[in-house]
């Protein structure tokens, strides 16, 4: 049976209960959620996911009180951080406490833990008596999924129901933070950017976004976040402001190029028929640039484009966070 895509809480929260897996709304990305404490349903997200028992899960909550049950060092800045930025696109990765298993963490001692800003989310988690395991709700090492249908376009025959919560809000998954014995690290870029993680934690921290066979987090393997189509990077040739424009041509690449100065940044095209500009956002807000850029990755595959060339966004705030699904989604 394939899922359906509904508004039901109360339907999903049954299903949850009884150890099935259902596709959530979260302002960042959906989530492919389970009970984060029973080992079953967790094992249920990795096999539909198709996902490595090497890629930890984060688990979902709805109050830092239930946040703490979860670690053995809530320590002040992971209070001063929860509170500034929570319910909020950060998950912070902390000393795990005893009822996490390692099935979760993949064998790490910490664990990655976030309240999402989304009241269907919210709600859910309020009638559960139990955290949320969820992953983005994506086959693993695809594109992120921001609405229902895209859940549904590719793991409804796998999962038992898909929560509809409209489209994302920020469109780019969670910035992860690790907070080990005070040492602040971030781990994966995401939807809250790191100058305002160091504006209220008042110093700077590091960062650890680099690729590695065994990475702190996989997230940031090079190959994330891949479509199926083509994704090159092109410098700048339309002259003009950033308004993440992303170009779809059947035209050889120094064809596709020519073809798009032509333009001159403007829809007008030689020929609609082989080459299609897309702007994330007209008016060059990067916050608007975050939540268009995996729909429209999805689209361009959907309507079998081959190649897509893509402008860098400015490279602060959000846009280090969209340059870095941009980088992945070109590393095939
Ligand atoms: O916005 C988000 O974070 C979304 C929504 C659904 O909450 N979730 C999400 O989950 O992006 P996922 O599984 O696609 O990415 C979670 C990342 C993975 O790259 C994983 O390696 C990392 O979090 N992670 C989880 N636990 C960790 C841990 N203990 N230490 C380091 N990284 C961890
Ligand atoms: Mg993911």
């Known amino acids: 049976m394939l899922a359906s895509i509904g508004h039901d809480i109360v339907k999903a929260a049954e299903i949850l209960k009884g150890g099935g897996l259902v596709g959530i709304p979260t302002e960042t990305v959906y989530g492919l959620a389970a009970n984060g404490l029973d080992l079953a349903a967790v094992t249920k997200i990795f096999e539909a996911k198709n996902r490595p028992t090497f890629d930890p899960l984060i688990l979902h909550v709805d109050s830092i009180i239930e946040a703490k049950k979860l670690t053995t060092q809530w320590c002040k800045t992971a209070q001063k951080l929860a509170e500034a930025f929570w319910p909020g696109p950060l998950t912070l990765v902390l000393p795990k406490s005893d009822i996490v298993s390692n099935l979760v963490t993949a064998d790490n001692p910490t664990v990655a833990i976030r309240i999402p800003n989304n009241k269907i989310a919210l709600d859910l988690l309020g009638l559960l008596p139990f955290p949320l395991a969820a992953p983005s709700a994506n ?22 129901y898909i929560l509809d919560g409209g489209q994302c809000e920020v469109g780019l998954e ?15 870029l995401g939807g809250l950017s ?29 190959q994330h976040y891949s479509p199926a189509c083509k994704v090159i990077p092109l410098e700048k040739v339309t002259g003009g402001e950033y308004r993440g424009w992303l170009f779809f041509s059947r035209a050889s690449a ?3 190029i020519e073809n798009l100065k032509a333009t001159r940044g403007s829809y007008t095209l030689p020929d609609e028929s082989k080459d299609k500009l897309y702007f994330l956002s007209e008016t060059g807000d990067l916050s608007q640039a975050a939540q268009n850029l995996f729909a429209l990755l999805r689209q361009f595959d959907k309507d079998h484009c081959e190649t897509v060339f893509f402008e860098w966004a400015p490279d602060r705030g959000l846009g280090r966070a969209i340059n870095d699904r941009l980088k992945r989604a070109s590393a095939k």
Do not use: C, W
């Open 139 to 160: 086959p693993f090492g695809y594109v992120s999924p921001t609405t229902a249908q895209h859940v549904a376009d590719q793991l409804s025959d796998r999962i038992d």
């Open 174 to 188: 969670s910035t992860i933070v690790s907070i080990i014995d005070n040492k602040v690290t971030v781990l994966r």
């Open 194 to 222: 790191i100058d305002k993680i160091q504006e209220v934690l008042g110093q700077r921290v590091h960062e650890s976004l680099s690729s590695h066979s065994n990475p702190m987090a996989p997230g940031q393997l090079n």
């Open 254 to 256: 120094t064809q596709a």
